[in-house]
């Protein structure tokens, strides 16, 4: 039977809770969503955290984790929250929501570690590079061999990315890295995600929403493509008003924008509000931004959120166009598997709202290691030594938070 209550404990804060579910082998996330101070965590206390087809409106109360991968939408993985806690900006835990007693005994396991539980996590290497398949050589060819391929009309953009390999400081704290990101990125929907099954944590501050449904029935995405550095020269931060974007940026943004709206057309929904392009500032870079909504109860289609997030996984701004050839290009010329990153990862119907981004800055932390991704869209106008500068800029939007640990 749910339930719901205050929390009376003090014990309970939000990094002890995940790190408390880490260590008893519990699947956990813990977020904070863009422009807010809650912060909210989710435990699973059951030991299979199924491959689940994104049926938005269907889904209990939980947070979904899908691969780059995932054409058929079938193979996200999907947290069911055994154990819910909302807290406020301060870590107060403000209100808890436990649907049932069948892992009371887990519960309780939790509880006790949460009192007990440290924050550090000890590792014997400093923070170094290791070398990957990724190099600048190997890149840099593979932009090159798209360039080749625009030009012969097989694909209109692909988007290229690449891996950075860290080995973790010697006090290593993933939790004070959430926190961290959290203050540094205000806008970004800031996650930690615990996969025990496969032995891997995520960690990101993304700008780029994929779906949204808010508990008024509005839905929304956005268009986020074009990257440039939010410091000039001297480093001093550039007027969003005044960010001089090429052509080949604003063409890459636009066809982001259009695919978009191509999607609203197949499922003939004419009544949406459109709002940009526009800068937006993300941590250390810049994109061009535009936003869509749409109210779903006024155009009576509740589905929209599934329908829309089938239509747009993966974007352009993160696969390319056409979408079969772009990826057809991905998978012969990346050389890794992305596994969850430019995937989508978010809340699903907590508080009745669902919140749904694309996993873009982000890091994978697995055995002692931290691998960081980077990507960029490739077009005809593109440079490929500017394409690897772009690939360098959006890794240290983590790599850099990793080096103040």
């Known amino acids: 039977m749910d339930s719901e209550s ?3 404990s003090q014990t309970v804060l939000p990094l002890h809770g995940w790190q408390s579910a880490y260590e008893l082998g519990y699947a956990a996330a813990l977020w904070r969503l863009p422009l807010q101070k809650d912060k909210h965590l989710i435990i ?5 955290i199924p491959k689940t087809k994104m049926m938005l409106e269907d889904l209990p109360p939980g947070f979904a984790v899908s691969p780059f991968l995932n054409l058929e939408g079938e193979d996200a993985l999907f947290i069911k929250a055994d154990l819910h806690i909302r807290f406020d900006e301060t870590g107060e835990p403000v209100s808890e929501t436990y649907p049932s007693t069948e892992s009371s005994s887990a519960k309780e396991a939790w509880e006790n570690e949460c009192r007990n539980v440290s924050l550090v996590t000890q590792n014997e290497r400093n923070v170094s590079e290791f070398p990957t398949n990724s190099s600048e050589e190997f890149h840099l060819q593979s932009v090159k061999e798209a360039l080749k391929a625009i030009e012969a009309g097989e694909i209109q953009k692909v988007v290229l990315s690449r891996t950075k390999h860290v080995a973790l400081p010697d006090s290593f704290s993933v939790t004070g890295i959430f926190e961290r990101l ?7 929907f800031v996650s930690l995600v615990y996969l025990p099954h496969l032995n891997q944590i995520w960690l990101g501050a993304t700008p780029e929403t994929l779906v949204s449904v808010d508990r008024q029935g509005i839905f929304r995405t956005v268009a986020l493509a074009g990257t440039q550095s939010a410091f000039d020269e001297s480093g001093q ?7 001089p974007w090429t052509q080949k940026e604003i ?3 636009a066809l982001v924008s259009r695919y978009i709206i191509s999607c609203f057309k197949k499922i003939r929904v004419r009544e949406y509000l459109e709002e940009g392009p526009k800068t937006a500032v993300a941590g250390n870079l810049m994109h061009l931004r535009s936003d869509y909504a749409v109210d ?6 509740p589905e929209l959120g599934t329908v829309m997030l089938g239509l747009l996984h993966p974007t352009s701004a993160v696969c390319g166009m056409p ?9 012969a010329h990346e050389g890794y598997d992305r596994e969850f990153y430019s995937g ?3 809340p699903v119907n907590i508080d009745n709202e669902t919140h749904l981004f694309v996993n873009l800055r982000c890091m994978k932390i697995s055995n002692g290691m931290a691998t960081l991704y980077g990507g960029g869209g490739i077009t005809e106008d593109s440079v490929p030594e500017k394409e690897w500068q772009e690939t360098e800029l959006k890794c240290r939007t983590l790599l850099t938070v990793l080096e103040e640990s």
């Open 182 to 188: 959290c203050n540094k990125y205000p806008n970004a």
């Open 323 to 331: 979408k079969l050839p772009a990826l057809e290009f991905i998978q």
């Open 296 to 301: 779903t109860k006024a155009i009576n289609f």
């Open 251 to 253: 063409e890459e943004q």
């Open 44 to 48: 699973n206390f059951g030991t299979d």
């Open 6 to 8: 205050q929390i009376k």
């Open 344 to 346: 989508y990862l978010g």
């Open 237 to 243: 931060m550039i007027p969003p008003k005044q960010a």
